[in-house]
């Protein structure tokens, strides 16, 4: 993305306007909202600088049609200049939305990915996927999920075509229900459908509690990750360093995980690195937040109360990740009462009818209800432990100028390919 100015003489003004509008490239900063309207185009002519015979427009645009709309605009009597970025003014960020391309789902209600930022889109999607099937796990309803998602998919149900673009992501949750189903031995519950390739959540559950406090804690990683890369995009190795979602909070995760790991197994040399590590990191922290208090004794006081709370919140960010197994039970636990319901009333004549019932109706308010809780939970993972490292500020989308014009020769216009991709820095 690129700062530029549309140059042209007093007289070609419209002409220069026009070719900028049919290009659809370019951002314009104007005084007021673009609105679509008819006379938009000669709003913003009446809006240009002008300097003796010369008139000029301001605006962003991506680097690569640069060189397609200066030979646009020289046709039509205008230049096109590049300008140096305003210092500390962020560039708008172009971000593709390819047709199907359900992963950016999560980061866009979030909100839109900073220009110098990372775009974790579809490590968003994987994270959220993984977490839901853990949640859901089983066979039998993941299926229905899939069937769900393909409806959606296919747009049959014209009520829920708004949703067509959500299939694909619904699909994919029920396929990570399935594989978690099957290494959980559920299928409509414990049914023995399916054999039980891992283990069985009622049964252990301390493992399960295990499992998912490793799985947040490789997440958290790559959140930590994914935010140090950021924080030095966004304002070079000195911010990264003393920031508590750049290096020095990697830092500080990396030696609470080492510490854990020396307690746990009574290794000392670990004990001894990661307490020297997590010293190090939270003086970081403190003298980063000191630094941005602007000092003083409040400044001590509030780096002192940031630097305890980046331990306690990051112990509790960790455990958080417990629910993961905690809804997985809770999931498994309400299946096996439904089953346990329909063996006892199976039996000749209105008993088999009375479980069948049961079964039925069971597994749909089953299904209904813990498919609204698991994605919540994964949602709220994903948002507040994931999100809140990787971003630490929201970007503006890029929206190029394109005003209604008359209707003119074909001929006349200039084709350029509309922006369809993420521009990199």
Not at 22 to 49: H, I, Q, S
Not at 174 to 198: D, N, R, S
Request: no cysteine; glycine share 12%.
């Amino acid at each position: 993305m690129e700062r530029v100015a549309i140059v042209a003489l007093a007289e070609d003004r419209e002409r220069a306007l026009e070719t900028v509008a049919r290009a659809g490239v370019v951002e314009l900063d104007l005084r007021d909202a673009p609105t679509g309207e008819a006379d938009e185009l000669r709003r913003a002519a009446g809006a240009a600088v002008t300097h003796d015979r010369l008139v000029g427009w301001v605006g962003w645009m991506p680097r690569r049609e640069h060189d397609a709309l200066a030979r646009s605009l020289a046709e039509a009597g205008g230049s096109l200049v590049p300008l140096r970025a305003p210092a500390g003014e962020q560039p708008p960020t172009l971000i593709a939305h390819a047709e199907g391309d359900t992963s950016r789902a999560l980061v866009d209600t979030y909100g839109v990915v900073p220009y110098a930022d990372v775009d974790p889109a579809r490590t968003a999607a994987f994270a959220y996927i993984l977490m839901f099937g853990m949640m859901f796990g089983d066979v039998g309803h993941g299926a229905l999920l899939v069937a769900v998602g393909l409806v959606l998919r296919a747009g049959w149900i014209r009520r829920l075509r708004g949703l067509r673009r959500m299939g694909g992501f619904v699909t994919l949750a029920g396929l990570a229900a399935i594989v978690w189903g099957a290494l959980y031995g559920e299928a409509f519950g414990p049914t023995g459908l399916v054999p039980v390739l891992w283990l069985n959540p009622m049964d252990e559950p301390v493992p399960l509690l295990i499992a998912a406090v490793a799985i947040g804690a490789v997440l958290l990683a790559g959140s930590y990750a994914t935010g140090a890369v950021n924080r030095v995009r966004e304002g070079g190795w000195g911010y990264a360093l003393y920031a508590r979602s750049g290096l020095a909070g990697a830092g500080l995760f990396v030696a609470l995980a080492l510490l854990a790991w020396g307690l746990a197994a009574a290794i000392t040399p670990l004990i001894v690195a990661g307490a020297a590590l997590a010293l190090t990191a939270l003086v970081l922290i403190f003298i980063g937040v000191l630094s941005s208090s602007g000092g003083g004794a409040a400044g001590v006081l509030e780096a002192g109360i940031e630097s305890f709370d980046s331990v306690s919140r990051l112990a509790s960010n960790v455990v958080s990740f417990a629910r993961l197994a905690a809804f997985g039970l809770t999931h498994a636990a309400l299946l096996a009462v439904i089953w346990a319901g329909t063996t006892a009333l199976w039996g000749p004549g209105w008993g088999a009818v009375a479980a069948v019932l049961v079964f039925v109706i069971g597994n749909a308010v089953t299904f209904g209800l813990e498919a609204l809780i698991a994605g919540i939970q994964a949602l709220r993972l994903e948002y507040y432990e994931l999100f809140s490292r990787v971003f630490v500020g929201e970007g503006r989308a890029f929206r190029p100028w394109r005003p209604a014009l008359p209707a003119s020769d074909p001929g006349d216009l200039v084709p350029h390919p509309r922006p369809t991709e993420r521009t990199e820095p």
